[in-house]
């Protein structure tokens, strides 16, 4: 759907039609994606590296150029603070990450954290105070790419995880986040979360194909999706792919196909909002003449009701254990992480909804397929999410891509959800 402009706003005719700099917060986008930047024209900058290192320099250099005081927490989740007229309020935070996968892209993560300080210096540009104090935010760790498990610092700000759980993730080498904080210089003395707060938005791109697919600009988040992964080892006989009488077999790999058969069933029968992978199949011994004596399978099933989730989870289970009892195969499944679904805070998707309506962009309601750090901010704050198309839906990838336009529109849509939070002071 599309939208006529509304000349009404929060704080009245002095915010309704303020918008950002797009060509400001692209440059921005631009010169940050050049840290840590791939061959392929993607970007590298695994956490606390001394490319994150960089990258968060730059944005606190950045920061401090607009006016804010800068903060960090002990899980080194970065805070620059532009004060309200009533320092005292709890603060609007606007962020995402910094942190990439190792053939990460230019966009997921560090276009929600400039979108925030575009906001910052839209409002210096117009010389607005807003009530509330603002805060542009980064936080640490998100992809878990090289700490494990994903999100975790913003999962410590929203009470899922003990500060030392989260300081006590090793990478590969052994080195743990508390270590590579120090080392880069970001092990700050602020307390992590446990102060209230007034809203939390967080703009990313969609990471999949629907906004662009239906022509439309902003995405308005209003849940995010609740996940089941699971493992699955099916053991069996091997023995030689000649000699041995096909119903005498006890084949784990037929027993693996029929599961991949019935996550996917699972999916399409809760379409469109649930998903179901079978994403990795590791088959024992592997080899062309002999039949699988043993195969490993992981399971991600997802979905943004519970109910429905839950149901999907009964379904995967009676269905393997029936694939289990005709293929008289031995079964171990194993659910390994379980994580609810997350509604956002109506009066935040609200304010996303009212900024994308006022500025006149299509848009249409969204569910958050991947795991963001709104998802544990959503525990301690009201919290919503905007989306923006990304080229192709793909992402987690080098060649990852926005349009200047919709980097653009979401900063906008997410600048006023924050001054209907934030208010503007007299
Ligand atoms: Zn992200």
Known sequence: MSNQPVDTAPGGQKSALLRVDGDRLWDSLMVMAKIGATEKGGCCRLALTDLDKQSRDLFVEWCREAGCSIKVDKMGNIFARRPGRDDSLPAVLIGSHLDTQPTGGRFDGVYGVLTGLEVVRALNDNDITTEHPIEAVVWTNEEGSRFPPAMVASGVFGGVFELEYGLSRRDIDGKTMGEELQRIGYAGDEPVGGRELRAYFEAHIEQGPILEDEDITIG????????RWYELTFTGTESHAGPTP???RRDALLG?????????????????????????????????NVIPGSVFLTIDIRHPDNEVLTRMNDALREGIDSITRQSGLDCALEQIFCYAPVPFARECVEAVRGGAQRLGYSMRDMVAGAGHDACYLAGVAPTSMIFIPCVDGISHNEIEDAKPEWVTAGANVTLQAVLDKAGIGE
Do not use: F, K, W
């Open 220 to 227: 308005v988040v209003t849940d995010a999706q609740g996940q």
């Open 246 to 248: 096909m119903d005498r």
């Open 256 to 288: 693996a196909a029929r599961v991949v058969q019935l996550v996917n069933q699972i999916g399409l029968e809760n379409a469109p909002l649930a998903c179901a992978t079978v994403g990795m199949l590791n088959v024992y011994p592997n080899s062309r």
